[in-house]
């Protein structure tokens, strides 16, 4: 399977699983903590979570999850900007690591940009570092003029990854962002793989689909795969669905193939403002 390498040189799968929407229903557990599992028997190791969601429920969820199993998970949780200060951004760490049930969380993310400076940021998570309670640290949705200012901030450019919204119906971020982070060595995660489903009611993606004997989730994940040093993390707590998503790593867009799929989906002409959800 595809492998994209973090700037320390470690190299993580490229298809993981997303859990926005997790942990919302109690009714809903079961079946969330299976298909996390299923993904993780797969090799969807790596597992993206955030204090977020369902205001620490999905926390919750991929905790029971990987009871047992812990070191077979790569785990990414997010910090809310309004805890990302210097002594907040501790303090929501161990509120997240207590929900996990672990002691370390893989790789800890800003999840957008807020109103604490970068730098004091950076300094809770280098003391996270240093603590042993998180092994990495990124950022999620900054844009370029973000990034280039956290390279001026002391231990800003140790940054390993930016979590951003990327699929085939938004491609703004081929322009500068996902160029520079290349260039960088920082890898990209993409959020909303398929769009939260949207993207697969695109015609030309289902009659693409069906040409080629694929579903349009898996064009949309291979698309992904395809482009270098991104990751993608589709969630989905339906077995068929992880099982199909999974199986996306197994298919290789050709030239052809992925020239068409520019056609149906135009790359950007110029600079796009970044797009979130
Ligand atoms: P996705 O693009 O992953 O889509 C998820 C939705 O699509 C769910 O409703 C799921 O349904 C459905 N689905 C999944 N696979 C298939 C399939 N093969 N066929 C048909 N439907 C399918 O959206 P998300 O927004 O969830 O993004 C993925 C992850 O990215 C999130 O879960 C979260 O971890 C992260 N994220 C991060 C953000 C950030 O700001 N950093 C913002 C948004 C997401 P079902 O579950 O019912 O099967």
Redesign the pocket.
């Known amino acids: 399977m595809k492998q994209v390498r973090l700037p320390s040189g470690e190299l993580l799968p490229a298809l993981g699983?997303?859990?926005?929407?997790?942990g919302e229903d109690r009714s809903a557990r079961k079946d969330e903590i299976a298909?996390l599992q299923l993904g993780l028997d797969l090799g969807l190791t790596l597992i993206?979570?955030?204090e977020m969601?369902a205001e620490g429920g999905?926390e919750q969820v991929v905790g029971e999850a990987l009871a047992g199993r812990r070191e077979q998970a790569f785990l990414?949780s997010?910090v809310y900007p309004h805890n990302a200060s210097r002594q907040g951004a501790i303090a929501a760490c161990e509120r997240s690591l207590r929900r996990l049930k672990t002691d370390r969380i893989d790789l800890y993310?800003l999840?957008?940009r807020g109103s604490y400076p970068l730098a004091e940021t950076v300094e809770a998570f280098a003391a996270l570092q240093d603590a042993g309670k998180i092994r990495h640290w990124g950022v999620?949705?900054l844009d370029l003029a973000d990034l280039q200012e956290l390279w001026q901030v002391p231990g800003g450019s140790a940054c390993a990854a930016n979590?951003?919204?990327y699929?085939l119906g938004r491609r703004g971020i081929e322009w500068d962002l996902l160029p520079w982070l290349r260039q960088h060595g920082v890898a990209t995660?993409a959020?909303?793989?398929?769009?939260?489903?949207r993207?697969?009611r695109h015609h030309g993606l289902r009659d693409f689909a069906r040409r080629h004997g694929m579903?349009?989730?898996?064009v949309?994940l291979a698309w992904l795969l395809a482009q270098d040093g991104v990751i993608a993390?589709?969630?989905?707590?339906?077995p068929?669905?992880?099982r199909?998503?999974a199986a996306a790593r197994d298919i290789v867009l050709g030239v052809e193939q992925l020239a068409e799929l520019d056609r149906l989906f135009a790359p950007p002409t110029g600079p796009t403002p970044l797009e979130?959800?």
């Open positions: 699983q997303g859990s926005w929407y997790m298909a993206d979570t955030a969601y999905a990414v997010k993310l999840h957008w999620s949705n979590q951003l919204l699929n995660m959020y909303s793989p398929i769009e939260q489903g993207l697969l579903t349009a989730a898996q949309a993390i589709p969630k989905s707590v339906t068929a669905r992880v199909e998503n979130m959800l």
